[in-house]
């Protein structure tokens, strides 16, 4: 047993002895996926070698796993350069993954290693042209990113090929690369100009941030190419990225300054629906002439204002404060305060907004204390603020002080004299010096709570108070002689040198109100003269020189004595001073004739000063700049003009409608023969055929004539615009029989058809010939929601109550427009009278109207429904709801799934179209469904009712397909559930409309988890 023991006990010895050996044999696994977050590789020379040996392998896996560990340095900040002879062989690579990881190190590198990427110019060229968009935008950003004068032409060609390309992705890198080329040659700008010409003209709200900014950076002089774009990009703000809208508010600002008169005129009266009365005599003109002419607001203004107004809701702070800033220098006096809430709200961010915020609101403040009043107590200061947050708040406190007020203020004031922060104390007694200066009910109060302070234990409260103290006095010196002579007895026992300074030339100024003070004052300074601070100093010479005018009998050797140690002072000032006192009070024989007026040089009445905000002149910068940050303007700071005497003529921004396109006859039979089973609602074509004159027409042309001026008038009176006639398209024998009767549609002696066919209806070009197919025909709606929403609540309508239902159906009056029934109930005692739709708004909002309901008894109910277009957009459409007597102001808020039209597809046709839209065009997210969703038609019904989507035969059990397209711009929609184990599903959208792709997925994601 005991040799056993013994045996037992050795083993174990050596298994402690060889545990480190095993341990190091032991193989370690392969390295992870992910990035590593704690170890330094960019140290080990090692490392790197193992980097560069996995980028030469030829598995495609190392390469991959090799570039993710390097992009993970770079993302640390660690220098991977040495790697790029490496990196760059690769670029050429097949594998798509590692070919963006390529492309992310070049555009990192490429301007220190100009020479080795000139080496793969050719590789970038080629991967302009990738079907992979990704790999054609990278391409671009790594070409702009190689910074040598002799590709510039190369760079130029990519970029103009670029902004023309299918993916907005890519015309988005093309104008971020327009400022790189700009920025390395100057003299492309022309070039580059037309090219930002074609992108404003973009109308993808990705391409129009990236563009805005290449206009300012390269061409902000140039007003006019603005014009043309002005209202699309004033109604596509709200669906730009976050930092897009801030610069295109930036600079729709300065577009505004110059081509709107200003709002603010004090002379004239504010009227927008200023209208003439059709009969007017000339008296009434004349007298109208000569009086004010009332302001009109250019409905281009209003509408900038009326679409940024929903941004102060976003959740990007820059953004509120741009628009902030947008309706400081555009807006009526009457409607800035609405900014008010929305910048408050921001002071509960991060200490560096806050900064930028209260700097902001703290210029707003002085010119209009009324906005920000009501919210007083937010700019209360915490005791966690920040020194410089305290300070901008006290500014802000001050500039908010009034006589109904202050009390509360100076209340809060004592409450942050007795802080810790001495920097903040001193600020206080600052701001109730000033508060004193502009309300003369509390000078007095505020004075002696200052004096009050002369006795705090703290020397840097004392000394701001004197300071404080002897500005006040300034005012009225004549009523406080008591406290300049308490201030002379405390000038021992402060030692701070400005508070001193200030005592000295206080007691020196009024040196006559205390005679009997000043000079026993000026003795105890000149024994302590060589040990003071040079500002001390130079008071001291001051006060002697002023008692020697006004009490030379008892002053005289002691003002000698100073003048004679200030001359042989270490400061020059200080001996400047002292000689120019000496020959100015002292007359010899060189003082020549400025002696004579030493007493008004040194005894002149001087003016109090006046306390003012620092912020007072920072209204001279735009709000929100860096320029008003610093108080100096910044380089490339573009300044705000100001506003034109007389608008300039806003025709300009009108937009020519392009006129249907004229088609031969042969190419509309051409076109029937495509697409001969199409739906109504998917084209429509109106022919028309201009005959030459005939005997017939020329008869024709004499009855008209003949027609009397008052039937003319009659007309002219009743025309409407034209319409278009939508003529439903029957079956195909009849579009043979009527292209075979040419002679039914051509006059005589004409012998071919002129045919007008206007597909802008649903959007179309002939570069998309895939919307003319039959597997995009529109088919019913799956799923109809019987939910009505409350549109107009009976006690709001004085009895008229209002619901409103989207129907999912093809719109009858327009196919862009989606279709509302409305539902009208009269729930008063009396009757209601011609109902009708009013103004509406956003401005160009497009609205077909119910025809004018002349009465509606009462407790009687109508349903009427109407089109709306909502530009593919989930903001709301406002409009008025009128009666007879009464305008209430309605609005119809769509969701997402209901701006979608329902169609039919084939899985093949949906796989073709899925992989046209990936990229930037596709968003999935996987999610947890429950159990009663994971069978079709419970899922199937789910969907259908988030979003009005026609449901695609699949061959899969487990994979759902469906298809529909935006009613305004017929874009495809892709919606795909894949369930896989365990109640897990893979939603994927594929839409060009990547907002409304993200905001359908949303949706999905809540329906399909819930039970």
Not at 533 to 539: A, H, R
Not at 615 to 643: F, P, V
Not at 727 to 747: A, E, H, I, L, T
Request: hydrophobic fraction near 40%; aromatic fraction near 6%; charge should be positive.
């Amino acid at each position: 047993m005991g040799v056993g023991r013994n045996v037992t006990v050795v083993y174990f010895l050596l298994s402690l002895v060889l545990l480190p050996v095993r341990m190091s044999l032991v193989e370690l696994p392969e390295p992870s996926v992910s990035i590593p977050r704690d170890v330094d590789m960019s140290s080990s020379p090692t490392r790197n070698d193992d980097l560069k040996e996995m980028l030469e392998n030829n598995k495609e896996s190392l390469k991959l796993e090799a570039m993710k560990r390097i992009v993970g340095l770079i993302a640390k900040g660690k220098n991977a350069s040495e790697l790029f002879p490496a990196v760059v062989k690769n670029v050429a690579s097949k594998n798509i993954e590692l070919k963006k990881l390529v492309y992310v190190y070049l555009v990192r590198y490429a301007e220190e290693q100009q020479d080795l990427a000139l080496l793969s110019i050719s590789t970038f060229q080629r991967a302009l042209k990738d079907p992979n968009q990704l790999i054609r935008a990278s391409a671009l950003r790594v070409l702009s990113s190689i910074r040598v004068p002799i590709i510039i032409p190369i760079m130029m060609l990519a970029i103009k090929e670029a902004a023309s390309d299918m993916s907005p992705y890519v015309r988005k890198t093309s104008a971020h690369a327009i400022q790189k080329l700009y920025s390395l040659d100057p003299d492309q700008k022309e070039h580059l100009i037309e090219v930002i010409e074609k992108l404003l003209k973009d109308k993808s709200t990705l391409v129009a941030g990236s563009v805005v900014m290449a206009f300012e950076e390269v061409c902000p002089e140039r007003i006019d190419l603005i014009h043309k774009n002005y209202r699309k990009l004033c109604n596509l703000l709200v669906d730009v990225e976050e930092w897009g809208q801030v610069v295109i508010i930036s600079m729709l600002t300065r577009y505004a300054r110059t081509q709107f008169t200003s709002p603010w005129r004090e002379d004239g009266v504010f009227d927008e629906n200023s209208e003439r009365a059709f009969y007017e005599s000339d008296e009434e003109k004349t007298r109208d002439d000569t009086e004010i002419k009332p302001y009109t607001m250019d409905p281009d203004h209003r509408l900038l204002l009326r679409n940024t107004k929903p941004l102060l809701q976003s959740r990007n702070t820059a953004v509120v404060m741009s628009v902030a800033q947008l309706y400081w220098h555009l807006a009526p006096r009457n409607e800035v305060s609405i900014v008010t809430k929305s910048l408050v709200r921001l002071l509960r961010s991060h200490r560096e907004v806050q900064y930028i915020v209260l700097q902001n609101i703290a210029t707003m403040s002085i010119q209009r204390k009324g906005m920000f009043e009501p919210y007083m107590k937010s700019f209360y200061v915490r005791s966690t603020d920040a020194t410089h947050i305290k300070s901008l708040k006290l500014e802000i406190l001050t500039n908010l002080a009034n006589e109904a007020n202050i009390s509360t203020i100076l209340r809060e004031f004592q409450t942050y004299v007795k802080s810790q922060d001495k920097q903040f104390a001193a600020g206080t007694i600052q701001a109730i010096g000033r508060c004193a200066t502009n309300i003369s009910e509390v000078t007095d109060t505020c004075l002696n709570g200052l004096v009050l302070l002369l006795s705090n234990r703290d020397e840097t409260v004392v000394a701001e108070s004197v300071v404080v103290i002897k500005k006040l006095l300034q005012a009225q010196p004549s009523q406080h002689s008591d406290i300049i002579k308490h201030m002379a007895k405390l000038l021992d026992n402060i030692t701070v040198s400005m508070a001193r300074a200030s005592i000295l030339w206080l007691i020196g100024e009024y040196c006559e109100r205390v005679p009997k003070i000043a000079p026993d004052v000026l003795r105890k300074m000149a024994k302590s003269f060589t040990s003071e601070e040079d500002i001390v100093k130079l008071q001291t010479v001051n006060l002697a020189a002023k008692l020697y005018l006004t009490n030379s009998k008892q002053t005289k050797l002691l003002t000698q004595y100073i003048l004679n140690l200030g001359k042989y002072d270490q400061n020059y000032d200080i001996r400047d001073r002292t000689r120019f006192i000496r020959q100015l009070i002292v007359p010899n024989e060189k003082s020549g004739a400025l002696s004579k007026y030493a007493r008004r040089i040194l005894l002149a009445p001087k003016p109090a000063p006046v306390l003012e905000s620092a912020y007072k002149d920072r209204d001279r910068y735009q709000l929100g700049t860096l320029s008003h940050t610093i108080n100096t303007k910044a380089s490339g700071y573009l300044e705000l003009s100001d506003w034109p005497a007389v608008a300039p003529d806003q025709s300009v921004r009108n937009v020519e409608v392009i006129e249907p396109v004229r088609i031969h006859p042969s190419i509309c039979t051409a076109l029937f023969h495509f697409c001969p089973d199409s739906p109504p609602s998917f084209f429509h074509i109106s022919c028309y055929c201009p005959s030459l004159p005939s005997e017939k027409s020329s008869s024709q042309s004499e009855k008209s004539s003949s027609e009397s001026d008052i039937e003319q008038k009659k007309k002219k009176k009743m025309k409407k615009p034209p319409q278009k006639k939508n003529v439903k398209p029957p079956n195909k024998d009849r579009y043979q029989s009527v292209m075979c009767k040419p002679n039914s549609w051509v006059g005589p002696g004409f012998g071919a058809c002129v045919c007008v066919c206007d597909f802008s209806s649903c959007r179309m070009n002939l570069l998309r010939p895939h919307l003319f197919s039959r597997r995009l025909s529109v088919s019913g709606p799956a799923f109809v929601p019987e939910k009505s929403h409350n549109l107009l609540h009976r006690m709001t309508g004085k009895g008229l109550a209002a619901q409103y239902q989207f129907t999912r159906q093809p719109c009858l009056y327009q196919p862009n427009m989606v279709s509302v029934q409305i539902s009208l109930t009269n729930t008063s005692d009396h009757r209601l009278e011609q109902i009708h739709i009013g103004e509406r708004s956003p401005a160009g909002l497009k609205i077909h109207c119910f025809n004018t309901i002349e009465f509606l008894e009462p407790d009687a109910s109508v349903t009427v429904s109407m089109g709306i277009d909502f530009n593919d957009s989930t903001q709301a459409a406002n409009f008025q709801l009128c009666t007879k007597e009464d305008q209430f102001s309605v609005s119809i808020q769509p969701a997402v799934g209901d701006l979608f039209l329902a169609v039919t597809m084939t899985e093949q046709d949906f796989r073709k179209e899925q992989g046209k839209l990936q990229g930037m065009n596709e968003c999935s997210a996987t999610i947890t469904v429950t159990a009663e969703n994971t069978s079709s038609q419970p899922l199937n019904r789910r969907v259908a009712a988030m979003a009005n989507v026609g449901v695609v035969p699949s061959g899969q059990d487990n994979v759902h397909r469906f298809a529909g397209k935006t009613a305004c711009s017929g874009a495809v929609l892709l919606v795909t559930v894949e369930l896989r184990e365990s109640s897990a599903a893979v939603i994927t959208i594929n839409t060009e409309k990547s907002v409304m792709g993200s905001m359908l997925l949303r949706d999905l994601k809540k329906s399909l988890a819930q039970a």
